[in-house]
């Protein structure tokens, strides 16, 4: 089995460089690259190659994008062993200001240590480099048979509010509150930001999911805002869809949906299920946009310290 | 206790040859006979409320069904729109009285000021657990084989509180409340269910990494009575985790028992593997009050082309009717229904088009009502 982890996650960042003339799971960097490179000098790109089988698989990226000749010069980074002061966690501020420089990095895999008194890494990046969106794009890779070969869609997941704002509290004994909290701000930038993805990567429709029905008054603002940024783009045609309609339509018939854009949790549950259909965590890029034209892209799965240093 | 246990003891009888070989089941055995107390025959009233949408077509095939069969209930009609402001009076005094409610689809508007009348009706009559079978039928393919899953819910607190406010202009909160009382009633209907029914596993499933006051209460409750039940096996899974391993390998799950709003997605999600929300059913039960409806309706009632057609599927209340005759205890009743439905779609001929054929819903109740014996 670390055998099989190792194999696809090397044939999707082979097949990410070397199918990118015609259709492929990378296409997000494809075009990235593309607009970036057309400038001479070599594009600046901050790498985190993380733990367990980060740098393996961060040595295999580089490889390969030296053998395709992509004009790329990798600033390597290395999560510290003590707490910096300045960002109260194990990555230093060299990292966070290398990524605010280059615009544009490359996270493997971070295990947060156990410890007491720091905040996890993913969590420490997202804030503070307000990481406000994850794009998700899921393609059937050709050449790995899974029972969904149709898969063609972008999930958008707000990525700081909602659900996992970590607001709880006990009220008495035995009852616990969490808080799910939605703002107009935050949903109009990552509608924004939706629209924006959709309009320059040619897809004609975007789905917001919502349970509006029930949480009227969060997922109502949520909609609200998609619908203000959605008739500025009147050409991509929106629609609304309920989520437990929307997972339903997706094991049935994932073909139905282009760019989906929702809030924190169900954007969590949709873009796995999402990766799901396609074969899995190990085949799935990813990409976290954040304010000020940072995008850091990462490999959703985890370190998997047991099978590290266990392929060539 | 043996009034009860009897019909249990011929259900798990009765059961188990048909889970192993699902043709076997077809071919109905005369198991040990169910020994009813003189005057169990006599016909039970049961609150019947058509609903909106494809509720009323649905419902309509219940009740012909049932005359056909002779099946000692009668149904006492209660008009109820999801645009209603609460449900009526009269409607919830007939639940109480009848203890037993078979139901259409009732709309939620998206958005507007009414709150869901389906969530009304669960909270008022507290019915705490919400079951959704979903499983493969013989005869109906699918793109995941030997799928048979349980998902139990919890009704009625979760994120559907419906408690929200708007603290400044632009920023709104809900708040989740999660109550050890509402977790360990569920997890403890989860398990007895699982042990009636003879299923081995139970799996919780949460989002404890994140939230970990809420969902680690709630996992903590079904822990404690998971050292009840040693004979079951129990264990946790990340939502996030538990969608992408239905999509891949459903075959692992058994029993889930989780949160409710979890629960709304992975009994849609296992109910589109399993063949579609059409044919999945599915109930609602409390201590006192028991609420049947199509298993797992994602939200919406089917739209105005299936309603002119008349081309809404009616096996999902179908068998969630055999399902409320078995908690009625009449199982004869119910497996000869199941028998009926399960005959139908396994030869294929009447299918309605969300199963990918293209019979009105008259002739699939014509169908079951010809293959009942």
């Excluded at chain 1, 169900?266 to 946009?289: E, K, M």
């Excluded at chain 2, 699918?142 to 708007?166: A, C, P």
């Excluded at chain 2, 209460?217 to 404690?224: D, G, I, K, W, Y």
Aim: overall charge neutral; aromatic content about 6%; proline content about 5%.
């Amino acid at each position: 089995m670390a055998s099989q982890i190792a194999r696809r996650m090397l044939r999707s960042y082979a097949k990410g460089i070397f199918c990118s003339p015609k259709n492929s799971g990378a296409r997000v960097f494809d075009r990235n690259f593309t607009t970036a490179a057309s400038e001479s000098n070599l594009i600046r790109a901050t790498l985190f190659p993380g733990d367990g089988i980060g740098p393996e698989i961060a040595n295999s990226v580089k490889q390969i994008f030296s053998s395709a000749d992509v004009p790329i010069e990798w600033e390597e980074h290395y999560v510290g062993q003590e707490i910096d002061p300045r960002t109260q966690s194990f990555l230093t501020w060299e990292s966070l200001e290398s990524v605010r420089k280059n615009k544009v990095g490359l996270k493997g895999p971070m295990a947060t240590p156990i410890g007491k008194g720091h905040r996890s890494l993913n969590l420490t990046l997202r804030k503070e480099l307000n990481l406000y969106a994850n794009v998700r794009p899921c393609y059937s890779l050709p050449g790995y048979k899974t029972r969904y070969d149709d898969v063609n869609l972008i999930t958008i997941r707000e990525n700081t509010e909602g659900e996992y704002s970590g607001l709880e509290h006990q009220v008495v004994r035995g009852v616990v509150e969490s808080l799910k909290i939605i703002t107009r701000q935050a949903s109009l930038r990552v509608a924004e930001y939706a629209f924006h993805y959709a309009k320059t990567h040619g897809r004609d429709r975007v789905s917001a999911i919502h349970k509006a029905n029930i949480m009227q008054k969060t997922d109502g603002l949520f909609l609200k805002c998609c619908r203000e940024v959605a008739e500025k783009y009147p050409e991509i045609k929106y629609e609304e869809v309920v989520i437990d309609n929307c997972c339903m339509m997706l094991v049935k018939n994932p073909a139905l949906f282009d760019v989906l854009v929702m809030p924190n949790l169900y954007g969590d549950i949709i873009s796995d299920l999402c990766a799901g259909l396609i074969g899995g965590l190990g085949l799935t890029p990813s990409c976290n946009i954040g304010e000020g034209d940072i995008a850091l892209a990462e490999a959703v799965h985890g370190s998997a310290p047991d099978i590290a240093g266990k392929i060539q | 206790m043996a009034r009860r246990t009897l019909p249990i003891l011929n259900q798990l009888c009765a059961r188990s040859p048909s889970h192993l070989h699902p043709l076997l089941g077809l071919i109905s055995t005369r198991s040990v006979t169910y020994m009813p107390r003189p005057g169990d025959g006599s016909p039970r009233p049961v609150t019947l409320i058509p609903g909106d949408g494809i509720g009323p077509l649905v419902t309509g095939a219940v009740e012909q069904v049932m005359e056909a069969m002779h099946a000692p209930v009668y149904f006492e009609r209660y008009d109820v729109h999801g645009d209603m402001n609460k449900v009526p009076q009269e409607v919830m005094d007939s639940i109480r009285k009848n203890k037993v409610c078979l139901k259409g689809g009732l709309i939620t508007p998206v958005g507007g000021g009414v709150s869901s009348l389906n969530v009304q009706l669960r909270k008022e009559l507290d019915l705490y657990a919400s079951l959704v079978n979903c499983f493969n039928l013989p005869g109906l393919p699918t793109r995941h084989e030997n799928v048979d899953i349980v998902v139990i819910r919890e009704n009625t607190e979760g994120e559907y509180s419906g408690l929200e406010h708007e603290v400044v202009p632009g920023v709104v909160e809900s708040l989740k409340v999660i109550t050890k009382f509402c977790s360990e009633r569920v997890a403890q209907y989860a398990f007895e269910y699982s042990y009636l029914n003879n299923r081995k596993k139970v799996t919780a499933v949460h989002k404890a990494n994140i939230m970990k006051l809420a969902d680690g209460l709630f996992l903590e409750s079904c822990r404690e009575v998971a050292s009840k039940y040693p004979s079951i096996k129990y264990n946790e899974i990340i939502v996030d985790n538990c969608c992408m391993q239905l999509v891949s390998k459903p075959e692992q799950f058994d029993v889930m028992v989780t949160p409710n709003l979890y629960g709304n997605l992975v009994a849609n999600t296992a109910a589109g593997i399993a063949g579609g929300t059409g044919v999945m059913p599915g109930g609602n039960v409390g201590a006192d009050h028991a609420v049947f409806e199509q298993g797992a309706s994602a939200g919406n009632v089917g739209n105005e082309k299936l309603l002119e057609q008349k081309k809404a599927n009616p096996v999902a209340l179908l068998l969630s009717s055999a399902m409320m005759l078995r908690h009625l205890q009449f199982p004869s009743f119910a497996d000869r229904l199941e028998t009926a439905v399960k005959r139908v779609i396994s030869e294929g001929k009447y299918m309605t088009k969300d199963l990918g054929g293209d019979s009105t819903t008259q002739e699939v109740v014509d169908a079951v009502i010809a293959n009942l014996d």
